[in-house]
């Protein structure tokens, strides 16, 4: 199985940012225990949906625990909005617009292929 399609799989029992670093659990040289608890607060984007969403943090925290740089984050930042319409959580869930603009399963998927192309670049 891809980290794709764990991230999709973790998605069903954690939040978006849970998902996203413990897809990469074998690489971070951190327990699962560690990574819930590290990602825990950024279900729902920062804030309660006010701000980033929890799936981009996680892949941001990835990047940087596997010693990644600012414009390597920049990149995914952009990548992400790119693939999901947006960064901020109720701007993609469409909480002013009634728009949904991507589902949660598919942040979730994004941020890895973002973080993957960054990786493997």
């Not at 764990?6 to 225990?33: F, H």
């Not at 980033?52 to 920049?74: H, Y």
């Not at 319409?85 to 002013?96: E, L, M, P, T």
């Not at 991507?102 to 990786?119: Q, T």
Request: charged content about 20%; aromatic content about 2%; some cysteine.
């Amino acid at each position: 199985m891809d980290r794709i399609e764990k991230a999709a799989l973790l998605k069903r029992s954690n939040n978006c940012c849970q998902a996203v670093l413990l897809a990469y659990a074998d690489a971070l040289g951190m327990s699962e225990e560690e990574l819930t608890k590290l990602g825990k607060t950024f279900g729902a984007g920062m804030g309660g949906m006010q701000a980033t969403c929890g799936a981009l943090v996680g892949a941001g925290m990835v990047l940087g625990l596997l010693g990644g740089s600012m414009p390597q984050a920049k990149a995914l930042h952009q990548s992400f909005t790119e693939l999901c319409g947006a960064s901020v959580c109720q701007d993609i869930k469409g909480v002013r617009t009634g728009k949904v603009l991507c589902s949660c399963e598919d942040c979730v998927k994004n941020a890895v292929k973002a973080l993957e192309a960054i990786l493997h670049s």
